[in-house]
């Protein structure tokens, strides 16, 4: 499936809930959900009275998930297939991997203003992880990792304007706004991560 470049709220209507795809737009008064809750296209309100199968929700969680981290089909497969093979729980597993995706934490430290943003940042090799460029989005984080702007950015407008912005840090990740760097603490467990997915109807879907 090619990357989704259509309208960002077009998505959190269609999914009947916020996304954060916009960064602050989602929490304010100008979010395309708080004004028209109805689903997408000509016969959106329609759909959203239309019975739901089972499949039909199976599907809309996956592509929900989708959605969030910015992955595409044939990747989101490969990052459950190695998530089923882990032990412990299939769907926290696929969750937790998704979370420990470099672009994912990135927007998580509040490093950038969305995780498209993240993604872009990271492929244009703003990021070290450990002193080490990176510039792969999907790259696995791992416990006691340092994620840190490189020093030629810092001073670019866009650094400039995440440093003011004050952001709530997952308790797994901790963060030095004055260093413009943060710190993997441990992997997330499934109760901090706050993503509104029911990985269990991903897990359902994938098993058929």
Known sequence: MARYTGPSCRLCRREGCKLHLKGERCNSDKCSLNRRAQAPGQHGAANNRRRVKEYSLQLREKQRAKFVY??????????FNKAAKKKGIT???????????LDNVVYRMGLSLTRR????LVVHSHFLVNGKKVNI?????KAGDVISVKAKSL??????????????????????????????LADPTREQIDTPIEERLIVELYSK
């Open 70 to 79: 910015g992955v595409e089909e044939k990747q989101f497969r490969n990052t």
């Open 137 to 141: 989005p999907s790259y696995q984080v």
């Open 91 to 101: 769907g926290e597993n696929l969750l937790i991997m998704l979370e420990k995706r």
């Open 117 to 120: 943003e993240a993604r872009q």
């Open 155 to 184: 001073n670019s407008p866009k650094f400039k304007e995440i440093k003011e912005m004050t952001v709530g840090v997952p308790e797994w990740l901790s963060v030095d706004r004055d260093k413009m760097e943060g710190k993997v």
